[in-house]
């Protein structure tokens, strides 16, 4: 069984740099075809693709977040963690990590990504 | 890239059919069969309900389906059940991206 949790600050303040934390079991990022993505969701608002990162440490970010990301993975620790620098109140929002299956047709397109972590919330005020 | 396009809310009655379209573009619904939807309910983390275009992962009801013509997907949920309403949002491969998602839309029954 796939299980992944976030963990991280709930509240951090404008400029800052916020660092989250995804743990998972039941998959190893040592194996061929596994990956771990970074999803995002605004109270009230639409999903977000933020960042991915593959078993062979092939990363991709958001084209319009790319400068602020940095996505890394401790395959001894299970762990994938995710930086954003600069934090605004328009970044408020529901941090989601999710297991994420490669598809093979195209190079770092994902099939899906199943399961998902609980998410975490992170507030951005001052 | 932009968001794909989804209807901002559907709805029907139980035991009806209803679909839910997702357009893009040529570069990215259009481009491969790499079309996922995902069912989220208040408060909870997505789960996926189709990926590849038209397949259902294990555990999934098969009044659950998708497919694709062009550049727009389309999930059809048939014999609506109470437990159906949720917000459902397609995904997509995007190129270089790659990954992108739909704007959202909340599916009501009646």
């Known amino acids: 069984q796939i299980t992944l949790k976030e963990s991280g600050p709930t509240l951090v303040k404008p400029t800052q740099t916020l660092t989250l934390t995804c743990t998972f079991s039941?998959?190893?990022?040592?194996?061929?075809?596994?990956?771990v993505g970074w999803i995002r969701q605004p109270p009230g608002k639409a999903l977000e693709w933020l960042t991915l990162i593959y078993w062979n440490d092939d990363k991709r970010y958001s084209p319009s977040l790319k400068s602020r990301l940095t996505i890394t993975k401790d395959t001894s620790k299970n762990q994938v963690v995710l930086t954003m620098t600069n934090m605004d109140p328009v970044d408020t929002a529901t941090y989601y990590c999710?297991?994420?299956?490669?598809?093979?047709?195209?190079?770092?397109?994902?099939?899906?990504?199943?399961?998902w972590g609980q998410g975490t919330l992170v507030t951005v005020s001052s | 890239q932009s968001a794909l396009t989804q209807p901002a809310s559907v709805s029907g009655s139980p035991g009806q059919s209803i679909t839910i379209s997702c357009t893009g573009t040529s570069s990215d619904v259009g481009s491969y069969n790499l079309v996922s939807w995902y069912q989220q309910h208040p408060d909870k983390a997505p789960k996926v309900m189709i990926y590849e275009v038209s397949k259902r992962p294990s555990g999934v009801s098969n009044r659950f389906s998708g497919s694709k013509s062009g550049n727009t997907a389309s999930l059809t949920i048939s014999g609506l059940q109470a437990e159906d309403e949720a917000d459902y949002y397609c995904?997509?491969?995007?190129?270089?991206?790659?990954?992108?998602f739909g704007g959202g839309t909340k599916l009501t029954v009646l």
């Open positions: 995904c997509s491969y995007a190129g270089r991206s790659p990954v992108v």
């Open positions: 999710a297991h994420a299956r490669y598809s093979g047709i195209v190079p770092a397109a994902p099939s899906s990504f199943d399961p």
């Open positions: 039941g998959f190893s990022l040592s194996t061929s075809g596994v990956g």
